[in-house]
């Protein structure tokens, strides 16, 4: 009866709002079939102009024409030279679930102009599905280059036109947040400076609470996994996609107790569970002897709190109050206490103020308090660093020598602060067998025809040194495919004098068929078979490509024969103005 009062407009919007369940939680798909794991990703995830040009397409009767479009970007994100290609996954999901409902086509209806091709252009809707298009695509998780298509869909113009809008929201966003995450990660491991420094650090995803909405949250939490990330503060995500989840208190806990009257039971079951001690007189016993006796009670109380509900995973926030004066000295008497009992602690986090130089005074409170007690593993407990970091941040920290073991990083890895959008776009290259190409004034925006396969080539090193697109065009077969062994000249895509030649010793095919028709070609990668695959590569490619400051711009080219034949067809579609 509530909902029935609502008006009718309303009523729509809170039933697709109820559509809006995750995977786990809806109705199972048909059999052999997936749904994307937002359901909110269906047809009508879209811009209305690709709807409208489908049914002027349907009304003109070329509807049906094949299409190849390309989905690429042009630059790299963060001032970097690379990306991390991420999304495949649900762009497959959302093909094999494609199709409107009956909701759907009344609603596209009710917007299309009164004609007597409305009705069969719903109908044509009404049955349509991706069972006539092939997907080829780049692995996910591999490190891509601008131009180089990440996706290329071959079908029916208006079935590839209606797919655009969504299949970029489904590669942007993932793309961006995994190259950001690989980013951070490797700047707080210290690539960058010498090698004998660096040390083996965890970055952990805190960013749910500053995402962009929900799903903003659920796709940063899993792409920055994707992307090196060693767990996330996501709860929802942890449940969904199997991710570590990770978080300790926040400062309310802190400061909601004053006393040891707000702690009723102040006992603890010792580890091996043969006796419950008084846990908080072992607490004061330990401050005692260490000589803490001037820090703050409440804070002291609101640790041993937490200690007795997580004993075995005790790890405290210490800058309510004052840091070293007080926050980590309860923390240390807690941890002698436990330690009395079987347990130990596990470290502290810094939430404020000069982490470089605080974190190297931590450490040292923890190097004096393991002498001090004998406990020689209190000297290599976890300082854990949040407040607002960045990929800069964690560059200057290296510089500054810091004592930082693992960082929570949330608003600028989320939300991709630096840059907001990766700015992938869709372009027609081929229609009707007949290559297609867009001009424009900026060199960067021009397109490149045709139906084009990417190879990957390596030196006698290993190293990937370039990644060459070809024409693959049965109507030019002067076309040359590189081989291992054998010499190729390859071009730059707008400078024409910049040609080299090479010899690869590798020669890898990076587009590969995964939709076929209706059918998923290959199987899914688990999430963690991609972060692997993600940091290899990482690991494989030349230093001087992902430095901070001023990397190395990674080879992108062109066949000779690719290279004529654009500038052919550019000539050709140029409009030359007369002057008189």
Known sequence: ATTMSHPPKRRREMQRINTAVYEQKSESPAPGRSKPTNSLVTPMLTD????????AYFVNGTHQQPAVFDLFFRKNPFHGEFTIFAGLEEVIRYLDDFNFTEQDLSYIRSKLPLSSKVDEFCNYLKTLDCKQIQVYAIKEGTIVFPRVPLLRVEGPIAICQLLETTLLTLVNFPSLVATNA?????????YGIDVQKRRK?????????RAQGPDGGMSASRYAYMGGCSGTS?????????????????HSYVTSFSSESDMPDKTLVSADGSLTVAFWDEVMK???QLGYTKTNLGELVAFTSYARAFPSNFLALVDTYDTCDSGVLNFLSVCVALDKIGYKG???RLDSGDLAFLSKLVRKQFQKAAQQTGLSYLADLVIVASNDLNEATLHSLN??????????IGTN???CEAQPALGCVYKLVEMNGAACIKLSQDPVKITLPGKKDVYRLYSKSGEAVVDLMVLNDPKVPQEVLPKAGTRITVCHPSEVHKRVHVIPSKVEPLLELVWDMGEKVQHFSSLDETRDFVNWQLDKLRPDYTRYLNPTPYKVSLTECLLNFVNDLRKKNTVVSEIS
């Open 286 to 288: 330990a401050r005692e």
């Open 234 to 250: 996501n709860v929802l995500a942890g449940l969904l996609f199997d991710l570590e989840v990770k978080g300790t208190m926040a």
């Open 413 to 415: 890895l989320v939300t």
């Open 346 to 348: 596990v470290g502290i």
């Open 48 to 55: 209305w102009y690709q709807i409208s040009m489908a049914y």
């Open 182 to 190: 690989a980013r951070h990660v490797r700047a707080a491991q210290g």
């Open 399 to 408: 510089e500054q020598g810091h004592e930082i073991d693992a960082f929570g």
């Open 201 to 209: 650090k965890i970055v952990l995803e805190f960013g749910l609470r």
